[in-house]
């Protein structure tokens, strides 16, 4: 994997990197785009449909490059060897059927042994999506990806293919890359388990039968001896997540998004019924050394033990929890004199190479990408 970066993230910029890649003999490309660009269809489609090489990405808040944090600035990523693309769209709707694109992408997709995947983070159908693909791709394969879009949480074009811009939809790239992967988040449990007893797709409406907001705000004023009040909720939640328990593996981590009237959340990704949560904490201290183990998993992944180098999805809601210790956290992420980039995500999608494919939250997730 070969990293180009523009920090300007003007579009003669990103042509410019795009005809270094290709040049340097890329098979295909991952483009990683600031929000900060402005980048939109009238003006990005007429250069994004001139590539003849197939590539996906899409726009986040923040780009990373080489342990720095970009609100402006444009990442290529050109991977060697053979690289197949698709794209799925209309991914909120009840009518899209997700396995037929995905076994006929299965098909012409040989070879690969790891899988780029962005989705639009605010799509409301990521988890039957996310178990689609696993169950036609596997454990045979490493995924690595995460969710496009603005923090305005406004909807619009978030994602890139050659036919250009799109929005609530999914990018798939496959390529021959040989991956390592690690995914670690560092929260911890400081309340017990509660039931979901009323969800509605990302909605958590009642835990334990009373409104979710009310056990909420009882268990987190007890731990900050603080009265939480709604209008509070903003400062508070990113240090209080939930985390849904799993059978011996650590809690995937949900983020609450807004309280609404009644007293339920929307979170961001979707909460199963009848599971069971608890509120979750953590400091500067367990993220950082999270988001180490997660790198350490990722070499240790690797076949070669010996990176070229590295890819980094990581929360947007861990920079605004970190604030000026995120950069802290991205350099225990990678080493010194190995290339590094990516992108603050609006939810992760990882695997460790032998465990179920997920949409996480405040999550730091690793690729140690191997030299070819």
């Known amino acids: 994997m070969n990293i180009y970066f523009d920090p300007e993230g003007s579009l003669a910029g990103l042509k410019d990197n795009i005809e270094k890649a290709l040049k340097d003999g890329a098979g295909g490309l991952v483009i990683l785009a600031c929000e900060g660009n402005y980048f939109v269809p009238a003006t990005l489609d007429p250069l994004l449909k001139t590539v ?10 923040n780009v990373l490059y080489c342990g720095e944090i970009y609100q402006y600035g444009s990442v290529v990523l050109g991977f060697a060897g053979l690289v197949s693309t698709t794209v799925i769209p209309e991914l909120s709707s009840e009518k899209t059927s997700f396995e037929e694109p995905l076994e006929n992408f299965e098909d012409r ?3 690969a042994r790891t899988m ?26 490493n995924y690595i990806g995460g969710g496009a879009g603005s923090l305005t949480s406004e909807r619009k074009p978030c994602l890139f293919s050659n036919s250009g811009m799109i929005e609530d939809g999914a990018v798939i790239a496959m390529v021959e ?12 449990a400081m309340s017990e388990p509660m039931q979901a007893t009323h969800t509605n797709g990302t909605e958590l409406k009642t835990l334990d039968f ?13 731990h900050t001896g603080i009265p939480l009040q709604r209008n509070d909720f903003g400062n508070i939640s990113k240090g209080y997540p939930f985390g849904i328990a799993r059978i011996n593996r650590e809690m995937i981590v949900r983020d609450p998004l807004v309280v609404k009237p009644d007293g339920s959340f929307v979170c961001a990704g979707e909460i199963p019924q009848d ?23 990722a070499v240790a992944a690797l076949p070669s033990g010996k990176p ?15 604030k000026g210790h995120f950069k802290e956290e991205l350099a225990m992420m990678t080493p010194v004199d190995c290339p590094s980039a990516g992108a603050c995500t609006i939810g992760e999608i990882a695997n460790s190479g032998n465990d179920f494919l997920e949409f996480y939250n405040k999550t730091a997730v690793v690729a140690a990408m191997e030299k070819i």
């Open 116 to 141: 780029m995947v962005f989705v639009d983070g605010f799509s409301t159908r990521i988890a039957p999506f996310i178990n689609s693909l696993f169950d036609i791709f596997g454990l045979e394969i």
């Open 210 to 222: 009373e409104p979710a907001f009310d056990v909420y705000a009882r268990i987190v004023t007890r």
């Open 52 to 61: 003849g090489t197939p590539l996906i990405g899409g726009i986040f808040p």
């Open 308 to 322: 070229g180098a590295f890819l980094l999805i990581d929360c947007i809601s861990r920079l605004m929890f970190l």
């Open 177 to 188: 890359t040989i991956s390592g992967v690690g995914v670690a988040h560092g929260w911890q």
């Open 275 to 297: 599971s069971y949560i608890s509120i979750m904490h953590g400091d500067e201290n367990t993220l950082i050394a999270a988001a180490e183990s997660a790198s350490k998993m």
């Open 109 to 111: 997709s040989s070879g």
